[in-house]
Nanobody
Framework: QVQLVESGGGLVQAGGSLSLSCAASGRSFSSYAMGWFRQAPGKEREFAASIRWNGEDTLYADSVKGRFTISRDDAKNTVYLRMNSLKPEDTAVYYC?????????????????WGRGTQVTVSS
C-alpha cells in the first residue's frame, strides 16, 4: 500500500510558476513509476507527466511539454511537479499517482494509488 499526499497548489497569475509536491508513505516508493494528472471542472482527468521508477525516463502531455518538469527524490519519498509559464487553462485539481508497473506511462488505468489532489488556479 502507498499513501500519497499532494501539496503546493494555490492561486497564481498567468505566466507565473508553482511547484507541487507529493509525499508518499508505505513500502517500495522507489520501485514505483509516479505520475501527475489533472482534472478541470466538467472535464475528465487527464495525464500531465510521468517518471520512471529510477527517474531515467519521463513523459509529458503535449499541453505541458516544455513548461512542466517532473522529478523525484527517493530519499525523501517525494515526487515533484515544477510548473512554469502557467496559463489559465492549467487551472485544475492536480493528482499524484503511483504505478506498480514502474515504467513511465500516460495510461490512467496503470496507476493503482492516488492522492486526493491539490487545487491550482491560474488567473488571467
Amino acid at each position: 500500500q502507498v499513501q500519497l499526499v499532494e501539496s503546493g497548489g494555490g492561486l497564481v497569475q498567468a505566466g507565473g510558476s508553482l511547484s507541487l509536491s507529493c509525499a508518499a508513505s508505505g513500502r517500495s516508493f522507489s520501485s514505483y513509476a509516479m505520475g501527475w494528472f489533472r482534472q478541470a471542472p466538467g472535464k475528465e482527468r487527464e495525464f500531465a507527466a510521468s517518471i520512471r521508477w529510477n527517474g531515467e525516463d519521463t513523459l509529458y502531455a503535449d499541453s505541458v511539454k516544455g513548461r512542466f518538469t517532473i522529478s523525484r527524490d527517493d530519499a525523501k519519498n517525494t515526487v515533484y511537479l515544477r510548473m512554469n509559464s502557467l496559463k489559465p487553462e492549467d487551472t485544475a485539481v492536480y493528482y499524484c499517482a503511483a504505478s506498480i508497473g514502474a515504467q513511465a506511462t500516460t495510461n490512467r488505468a496503470a496507476y493503482e494509488y492516488w492522492g486526493r489532489g491539490t487545487q491550482v488556479t491560474v488567473s488571467s
